[in-house]
């Protein structure tokens, strides 16, 4: 595999598994406000960050490249309205988006079409939770 498509899903592993940092923050804030239905929202979002950054290790593995694990960065999310966590995770999402996109392009680049097939899933997995974002904040203000 190109070295720099290998850097990019590497570093991706890292930023997966600090959505699930993060989304485990906001199901804990919306555990302590009492809001379970919430709580549990992003419980499932932050197991599900998980496993997208298992798939890449695996998919790494598979392809002879060495996994190299760095520090998870702390949630720096200032949660201070129930809306918070709603508006910091579509925003989150759509920069997730555009880190897969530039993975993409990069084995694009390379033709490395078994890279690109692999990604297909994430950039249409993106689709859908910038749609479920969008979603709950719309609803969420409808209701206030
Ligand atoms: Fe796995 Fe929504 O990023």
Same mark, same amino acid.
């Given at each position: ?29 919306? $555990? =302590?406000?009492?809001?379970? &239905?919430?709580?549990?929202?992003? #419980?499932?979002? !932050?197991? +599900? @960050?998980? /496993? ?39 925003? $989150? =999402?759509?920069?997730?988006? &555009?880190?897969?996109?530039?993975? #993409?392009?990069? !084995?694009? +680049? @390379?033709? /490395? ?32």
């Amino acid at each position: 595999m190109d070295k720099k498509v290998a850097k990019l899903l590497n570093e991706q592993i890292n930023k997966e598994m600090y959505s699930s940092y993060l989304y485990f923050q906001f199901a804990n804030y919306y $555990h =302590e406000e009492g809001l379970d &239905g919430f709580y549990n929202w992003y #419980y499932v979002q !932050a197991k +599900e @960050e998980m /496993d997208h950054a298992l798939l890449m290790m695996q998919y790494l593995q598979n392809n002879n490249v060495a996994v190299t694990l760095e520090a998870i960065a702390k949630p720096d999310k200032t949660l201070e309205a129930l809306v918070d966590p709603l508006k910091e995770g579509q925003t $989150h =999402e759509r920069y997730v988006t &555009g880190l897969i996109h530039t993975i #993409y392009e990069a !084995a694009y +680049e @390379e033709k /490395d079409f078994r890279t690109m097939k692999f990604l297909d899933w994430f950039v249409e997995e993106q689709g859908e939770e910038e749609k479920n974002a969008s979603d709950m904040l719309a609803r969420f203000e409808l209701f206030g």
